[in-house]
């Protein structure tokens, strides 16, 4: 049970984190003027398909934990009904299926600039309402809009910088088959001003975060959810290196050197092995205790 919990957590979270990043890319990175999306509509298709079905795992164990029940029993239609329909969780998971449904049908419409506004702001929401699925949902009141904001916005934020490395690097592949180095150059200049905007809030979000989850230095390096924090900060690190060796050394040859180019590649395919990494941290970090709970 623990197991598809954490997959299907890690899956929907890697999933819900690249839908925005798919919107955002093209519009404020690719800037299309001609083409009609095909590329980012079908790597968004693929996002939310996998979102629907490690969605779906996901609430399936957390089911059979809430009701104590093995894997097959929870399948009963009314124990997960019950679920469903009378706990906070459930009737989360309501309101995203309703939004990832909404975002299914503007992907249906091959054409229409308005299509790619929506479609980020649809899938912001699917991802920002991972919140409500979280820590920061269970927080008491004193603290839990506070984290909830915290979460959002670094959930957010993960979506631009590691996530969005996926579909700039899928974008930036295809720059390099066209032969298009004026194209590639510039897609990466202004993936850098995107990633270095967000940064910020990543880094602001997730002190927040560590503040009230791990409560202590003490429980940083004493308890599971510290040592698996820790790591994640550890990948963290070694992504934003690469990143700025890309920023530094073959960004600024990228106009006159397609070697920078094919560099810069390499760099950002290991930044997205790093980042699903990452998500993967994350994924386990959500089935743990925080650091703060007393007792710990």
């Not at 309501?94 to 939004?99: A, L, M, P, S, W």
């Not at 700039?168 to 990466?188: I, M, P």
Request: net charge positive.
């Amino acid at each position: 049970m623990t197991e598809l919990l954490i997959l299907s957590r890690a899956v929907h979270f890697c999933a819900c984190l690249v839908l925005p990043a798919v919107f955002a890319v093209r519009l404020l990175v690719e800037r299309p003027a001609a083409d009609d999306g095909r590329a980012a509509r079908r790597l968004a298709g693929v996002c939310l398909v996998a979102a629907a079905g490690s969605g779906f795992g996901w609430f399936w164990a957390a089911a059979a934990g809430m009701n104590g029940s093995g894997l097959m029993t929870a399948l009963n239609p009314q124990l997960f009904g019950l679920v469903l329909w009378q706990t906070p969780p459930g009737q989360v998971w309501i309101v995203r299926t309703g939004i990832a449904l909404a975002l299914g049908v503007v992907l249906c419409f091959p054409r229409g600039g308005w299509r790619w506004i929506t479609g980020l702001v649809l899938a912001a929401g699917l991802l920002g309402s991972l919140a409500w699925l979280g820590h920061a949902g269970a927080g008491e009141d004193g603290r839990r809009a506070v984290m909830l904001t915290a979460d959002v916005s670094h959930l957010l934020a993960a979506s631009a910088w590691p996530a969005g490395l996926l579909p700039f690097a899928l974008l930036l592949r295809r720059q390099l088959k066209e032969k298009t180095a004026a194209g590639a150059y510039a897609s990466a200049q202004r993936f850098s001003v995107m990633s270095l905007f967000t940064v910020g809030t990543l880094v602001t979000s997730g002190l927040v975060n560590a503040f009230f989850l791990v409560g202590s230095f003490r429980a940083l390096v004493t308890t599971d959810y510290g040592w698996f924090l820790t790591l994640k900060l550890l990948l963290v690190v070694a992504a934003l290196a690469l990143g700025a060796w890309n920023l530094l050394f073959h960004e600024p040859r990228m106009q006159t050197d397609p070697a920078a180019t094919e560099g810069m590649l390499r760099k950002v395919w290991m930044e997205v092995a790093l980042g699903t990494l990452i998500v993967s941290v994350v994924a386990i970090l959500g089935t743990l205790a925080p650091g703060s709970v007393p007792g710990r």
